[in-house]
């Protein structure tokens, strides 16, 4: 081995802790990428490979009752590769031991063969025998819920009879990934539940032989969903045929290509930050790092080698480090992804996992990091090595100060000494301390961005369920129904208030943009599903117009005033056009909403409900939910609270994992920076330092000279941090915000206070180290070694 | 002694320390010739090391003209001084100026690596009396051996001239004497042109010539009819 690289893997012994709070910050940056990226293609891929191998449709439509005859006209449509006709009805469940009513979306399987489209991936038994009506395959998730195996029985209401069934098989499905039941805005599995039977069981229910109320098409590449939808409509149009629409509005696959768009935004946020803080305070410390080796660097000079051998074993020094930085990062950034696209797996009930490798991650993490390690040191031995070698073996002339103030101010009445020379040495170097705490101000930064997620979440819930939608729970009709429903309902035991809500289809549109949504009636006066305007009021639902999803506004790009069409998709299915009187402000789905009398007149009918919200008197609620199992025009109810407790469990570990994760890495660079600012400054100003601990001061009024500047700066740097993560979170929230889901950007003040309290611990825990060192400082071989 | 090894004519040196502008060297005329052993006596700042610094390489003059037999060093640039140092010269600084993360065998070895004609780091180690103990870091050893393992160090390349800065200036007068004499066992076994700034006046017994140095000029040149034995010094 050549002498040089001795030194070398000697310098890196010694140094080690430098080294390796150095190689975490790397590691920090790097493992992020490789975090956060991986893990996100792995769950595309998962996707696309579940969705492949399960033949998840493109289209769907439903319709009233049409004949089978029509699968082959279906078939022939330009772009269809496969059909699949099939029954699909909702259904009351009634569970043992488990009070609250849950829905069931019933689906017919084939009597031979797998479905054509949407195949199931059985987990467990079997699929039901031809025939038996008593059979019934459902979802997993329900499953677990209610601890169901192949044996266990629940009841049905199918068709308005109660029929008992028993649990053949355990499944998992494309189309269910996340399984929402109707009137739900999130997934609740003890509550809603997909069940599988024998298709000749449920024609026979519900009377639909050689028919069918649902279908499924999956399109040709390339293949014009447009089209296909436009002749699906017009040949189910006679049977009852409701707007077929793709996957973007089917609710699995919406729901879940937010979640993965939530994930990829954070990846496409987050990781770059990080890299880029990372990469620019290794820059920052190796540059100092090199600058302390001037002494060696002129002597090597003097002993004849040149520049270029000098600048390569310095750059040999940080590319040694930038890898072990990057090794550490690749691992723990694998190993991370490998454990997050686990959970999610989970989270998602995918069969299966799909673990991608990404080479191109590790090259781009790797090369940025190695630049800026380079780079950092370049920047260095560009000045030492321009230095004569009799120049550069003295150490350097010492710094001119400035008087901070003139000299006829008497400061030192105000400032000790050692502050004095804080003070004046944080001047002196203005471009290193505001780097240092640009630095610092990042760290807070990207805790405050990994925190943040929680409270926004917090706000969402606050606003939609206790500002909005208040009631307790939605009860929903199989068929739309005459008014007095109304009083039915609020007659059942337990409840406490009842209003009504009729909800029509409808595709509404503006110049080229169109969309189908629901525009739902509500009474003048309601008061429990109340519209929240941008300023979080309530407002009145003018009595005319239509009030319009905020986003959906933005999406239809109209304002107040202007009009919109909009296609009936129900009863006379007429196109009418409507002013926007009214802007909503939800966080969930895009919709329209209108006074129930308008909506009424519109339809040219006697005012209808649909459901029914209520509000409950929580001691009785199991009376109520007993007087609704026995209601078959009850086609569900819709427990918002319930699900939202449930849901935000679920999501509270999703949450609470991946900010948990990339706290810990913006500690370990907050850490890596503060430890490596204390050890660089004490090299540095070992000399003086000795010196005043030989003039009498303590070693703690030495390590409070030496600190002090670190902490002035550590403090200076919050509040930067603070705004630089209010922004980067209003970056995030921005580009997060779709037709499914929103939401406002809410930082509470304790996420700022413990994005701070983390770094400034860091910078604590580094203090607490450094110690360690001064306590060493060995004074009288400082004092001797230079004249 | 006609066999000049450096000739300086009118060499001027002038730097800025701070805010002051020093004039180090003002026109200096001087001769060394070869196999003799030099030694540079003067207060502080009074220009012995600034030259020292010239003659090797290791920085540049102001106005002047200095050569190293018939090569002109003052108009070299940095890369054709590496090389010339490289090639000719060994240094020998106060501080010894060792890598502290290597020990005395590879501190020497880091020279030999980059020399034409070296002699083994072992051997180099063996002229200054410390071959037992070349496998010790700088901070095994006393500062006498430290400063042994630089002048290892310096004449392991065979250079022509040997550059000493206050190579005793550091040590008690036992280890002093003992550096002092493997400079001069160098000189008697190799030939090599030795110059040596000291600030003690009782080294200057073994020199051939001495240059009593003040304010950036050459006061008096004191030529040595014999000269003594390390062993025979005092101070």
Request: net charge neutral.
């Amino acid at each position: 081995m050549r002498t040089l690289d001795i030194k070398l893997f000697r310098d890196l012994v010694r140094l080690w802790a430098q080294a390796l709070a150095i190689a975490l910050v790397i590691a920090g940056g790097v493992s992020t990428v490789v975090l956060a990226v991986g893990s996100l293609r792995s769950l595309e891929e998962t996707r696309a490979a579940y969705y492949e191998r399960y033949r998840f449709a493109d289209v769907f439509a439903t319709a009233r009752r049409a004949p089978r005859t029509l699968v082959d006209q279906i078939a022939e449509i330009p772009g269809v590769a496969g059909v699949d006709a099939r029954i699909v009805k909702l259904a009351l469940l009634d569970i043992p031991n488990y009070s609250e009513p849950a829905t069931g979306q019933v689906i017919s399987l084939p009597e031979i063969g797998e479905p054509a489209l949407n195949r199931l991936y059985m987990r467990e038994g079997r699929t039901p025998e031809p025939g038996r009506a008593d059979e019934a395959v459902v979802n997993e998730g329900f499953a677990k819920a209610h601890g169901f195996t192949p044996g266990s029985r629940f009841s049905a209401i199918l068709n308005g009879r109660k029929r008992e069934l028993v649990v053949v098989g355990i499944a998992l499905s494309p189309e269910f990934i996340y399984a929402v039941g109707p009137g739900d805005i999130m997934p609740d599995d003890r509550r809603f539940g997909v069940i599988w039977m024998s298709e000749r069981a449920l024609a026979s229910v519900y009377d639909l032989d050689d028919a069918f109320s649902s279908v499924a098409v999956k399109l040709l590449l390339g293949a014009s969903e447009r089209d296909v939808i436009m002749r699906l409509d017009a040949i189910l149009d006679r049977y009852g045929g409701r707007a077929a629409y793709g996957r973007k509005d089917q609710t699995s696959h919406a729901w879940l290509d937010h979640e993965l768009d939530m994930l990829s935004n954070m990846s496409r946020t987050l990781p770059p930050i990080f890299l880029l803080v990372s990469a620019f305070l290794v820059n920052l410390t190796l540059t100092r790092l090199v600058a302390l080796e001037r002494e060696q660097i002129g002597l090597m000079k003097a002993l004849g080698y040149r520049n270029a051998s000098i600048v390569t074993h310095y750059l040999k020094f940080v590319i040694v480090i930038a890898t072990i930085g990057i090794v550490i990062g690749a691992a723990t950034g694998t190993w991370l992804g490998i454990w997050i696209t686990n959970l999610f797996g989970a989270f998602f009930h995918f069969p299966f996992l799909v673990f991608t490798k990404s080479p191109d991650l590790y090259v781009v993490a790797a090369a940025l990091s190695l630049i800026a390690a380079a780079i950092g040191a370049l920047r260095a031995l560009r000045e030492v090595v321009r230095l004569a070698p009799a120049v550069a073996m003295q150490p350097p002339a010492p710094p001119r100060f400035r008087r901070l103030v003139p000299a006829n101010v008497a400061l030192d009445k105000f400032v000790s000494q050692p502050t004095m020379m804080m003070l004046r040495n944080t001047m002196r170097h203005p471009v290193r301390s505001s780097f240092t705490m640009l630095g610092m101000a990042l760290a807070t930064a990207i805790l405050v961005v990994s925190l943040f997620t929680r409270d926004t979440m917090e706000g969402l819930i606050d606003v939609t369920f206790f500002l909005a939608d208040r009631q307790d729970g939605t009860v929903s009709f199989v068929e739309k129904r005459p008014q007095d429903v109304v009083m039915q309902i609020a007659r059942l035991p337990g409840v406490l208030a009842a209003e009504p809500s009729r909800e029509v289809p409808v595709r509404i549109r503006s110049g080229t943009i169109e969309r189908r949504i629901v525009i739902g009636g509500r009474p003048l006066n309601a008061d429990l599903n109340r519209i929240i305007d941008a300023d979080l009021r309530p407002v009145l639902l003018p009595d005319t117009g239509l009030a319009l999803s905020s986003m959906l506004a933005q999406v239809l790009e109209v304002e107040l005033g202007q009009s919109v069409e909009i296609d009936l998709l129900e009863g006379t299915q007429r196109t009418v056009s409507l002013p926007v009187t009214a802007l909503i402000e939800d966080y969930f789905g895009i919709r329209g909403m209108m006074d129930a009398d308008a909506l009424a007149r519109l339809m040219r009918e006697a005012p209808t409900v649909n459901s029914v919200n209520v509000s409950l008197d929580g001691s009785a609620r199991d009376m109520f939910y007993a007087a609704i199992k026995g209601m078959p025009v009850v086609s569900g109810l819709a427990l918002q609270r319930v699900s939202l407790a449930n849901f935000r469990e679920a999501i509270a570990l999703l949450i609470t994992t991946m900010a948990g994760i990339y706290t810990g890495l913006a500690a370990v660079i907050a850490f890596g920076v503060v430890y490596n600012s204390a050890r660089i400054s004490l090299s540095e100003r070992a000399r003086e330092l000795a010196s005043l601990r030989v003039l009498g001061f303590t070693r703690g009024e030495v390590l409070r000279i030496l600190l002090l500047e670190l902490a002035v700066l550590t403090l200076l740097a919050q509040p930067p941090g603070w705004v630089m993560g209010y922004g980067l979170a209003w970056i995030m929230q921005t580009n997060l915000a779709g037709e499914l889901m929103r939401v406002r950007l809410v930082v509470e003040q304790p996420t700022y206070v413990f994005a701070s309290a983390i770094v400034i611990a860091a910078a604590v825990l580094s203090a607490l180290v450094v110690r360690r060192r001064i306590n060493k400082l060995d004074l009288v071989s400082v004092l001797k070694t230079r004249d | 002694m006609a066999d000049t090894v450096f000739t300086a004519r009118a060499l001027t040196k002038t730097y800025i320390s701070g805010e002051t502008q020093v004039l180090a060297l003002r026109a200096l005329d001087l001769e060394i010739f070869a196999g003799e052993v030099v030694v540079l006596l003067g207060p502080s700042g009074s220009g012995k090391s600034t030259l020292l610094n010239i003659m090797g390489g290791l920085d540049h003059a102001t106005s002047g003209q200095l050569f190293f037999r018939d090569q002109e060093l003052t108009n070299l640039d940095d890369w054709g001084l590496t090389a010339y140092r490289r090639q000719h010269v060994g240094f020998v600084f106060q501080f010894y100026n060792l890598i502290p993360s290597l020990t005395a065998y590879e501190n020497v070895a880091l020279v030999t690596e980059i020399s034409d004609h070296p002699m083994r780091p072992d051997e180099a180690l063996a002229l200054v009396g410390l071959e037992p103990r070349m496998h010790h870091f700088p901070a095994q050893l006393s500062g006498g051996e430290q400063q042994r393992v630089a002048i290892a160090r310096a004449i392991v390349k065979r250079p022509e001239v040997l550059l000493c800065d206050e190579p005793t200036g550091a040590l008690d007068s036992k280890t002093g004497i003992r550096v002092i004499e493997a400079l001069l066992g160098i000189n008697a076994q190799l030939g090599t042109t030795v110059l040596i700034i000291t600030h003690n006046a009782s080294i200057q017994d073994v020199a051939d010539r001495v240059l009593f140095f003040a304010d950036g000029q050459i006061s008096r040149i004191q030529k040595n009819e014999a000269r003594r034995a390390a062993a025979e010094l005092v101070w």
